[in-house]
């Protein structure tokens, strides 16, 4: 139980940080020692899209994402699941892009 004390990190979250920034893609490239996830912010009618954020990851930690990502999703379906929520697919979940007027 003490070794696992010592082990624990404190992760700090400034108030900044806490905000977050919105995304509605993500673009993957990757390397051969990296992946590098772009989170960009499409907004309708405008041409211009700006990355919001970008993550460089070594492979192994873009591994340990990806199963952290199918774990949460796979939580918050069954969650849904149990409140009578439908699922929707994949498909239905992609931004639409390009192309598309703004409308006010």
Do not use: C, W
């Amino acid at each position: 139980m003490e070794s696992q004390k010592q082990n624990q990190i404190q992760v700090e979250l400034t108030d900044e940080i806490a905000q977050g920034t919105y995304a509605n893609l993500a673009i993957i490239a990757h390397s051969s020692s990296e992946f590098i996830l772009d989170f960009i912010r499409i907004v309708p009618g405008v041409q211009k899209a700006k990355v919001k954020s970008r993550i460089i990851l070594a492979p192994d930690n873009a591994k340990r994402l990806l199963f952290a990502l199918q774990d949460n999703i796979q939580k918050f379906e069954e969650m849904n699941k149990s409140e009578g929520r439908n699922n929707n697919t994949f498909g239905e979940l992609l931004p639409p892009i390009g192309g598309v007027p703004g409308e006010a």
